[in-house]
T-cell receptor, first 114, second 112 residues
Framework: DADVTQTPRNRITKTGKRIMLECSQT?????MYWYRQDPGLGLRLIYY???????NKGEISDGYSVSRQAQAKFSLSLESAIPNQTALYFC?????????????FGPGTRLTVL | SQKIEQNSEALNIQEGKTATLTCNYT??????LQWYRQDPGRGPVFLLL?????KEKRKERLKVTFDTTLKQSLFHITASQPADSATYLC???????????FGTGTRLQVTL
């Protein structure tokens, strides 16, 4: 089974709709992240959480909100989706103090906003 | 302004040759730099980390160098194979622990 899972994998929605993307992990990591990836812009950090009570904005948090329901679950919401939020969204996790501090990514959610 | 630059043009090389990818950065003083591999439609996968006080790291056919004076990291794949074809991302630790800033990636295509 995958260590970091994301649902849904693909979603097409309309402008103005509320959308929630979910991320679950079985790695036991405290730290979780949400990124979006756009062609030519790379991965950009939306929000990150270092534990259940700690939520922080990344570089592009406007238009997004998050919820850390448990150590293993971190959800990203688009309150009112707009077309320029069409992108590939990734959730990632990391240990608080690992040897390499690497991040482990989920398979991604492809979101299209019409 | 802060920038992380990777060659946006794809790198095409022949099987068996050494591929060299570049990551340049400005206005950062990263504690470490990481390289990730990303296949189409998948999330990035961690390959290597090199710290600011290290010049070179190796792992099997992979070698990474880090020059904090030039603000540059080079990523080498020796004896490249078609299976090495992917996009390679560099990432710098910037700010608080484990928070990363990624480059846009360079696509490598290894042909027979």
């Amino acid at each position: 089974d995958a260590d970091v899972t994301q649902t849904p994998r693909n979603r097409i929605t309309k402008t103005g709709k509320r959308i929630m993307l979910e991320c679950s992990q079985t790695k036991g990591h405290d730290r979780m992240y949400w990124y979006r990836q756009d062609p030519g812009l790379g991965l950009r950090l939306i929000y990150y959480s270092f534990d259940v009570k700690d939520i922080n904005k990344g570089e592009i948090s406007d238009g997004y909100s998050v919820s850390r329901q448990a150590q293993a679950k971190f959800s990203l919401s688009l309150e009112s989706a707009i077309p320029n939020q069409t992108a590939l969204y990734f959730c990632a996790t990391s240990e608080a103090s690992g040897r390499y501090n690497e991040q482990f990514f989920g398979p991604g959610t492809r979101l299209t906003v019409l | 302004s802060q920038k992380i630059e990777q060659n946006s043009e794809a790198l095409n090389i022949q099987e068996g040759k050494t591929a060299t990818l570049t990551c340049n950065y400005t206005n950062y003083s990263p504690a470490y730099l990481q390289w990730y591999r990303q296949d189409p439609g998948r999330g990035p996968v961690f390959l290597l980390l090199i710290r600011e006080n290290e010049k070179e790291k190796r792992k099997e056919r992979l070698k990474v160098t880090f020059d904090t004076t030039l603000k540059q990291s080079l990523f080498h794949i020796t004896a490249s194979q078609p299976a090495d074809s992917a996009t390679y991302l560099c990432a710098l630790r910037t700010g608080t622990a484990s928070k990363l800033t990624f480059g846009t990636g360079t696509r490598l295509q290894v042909t027979l």
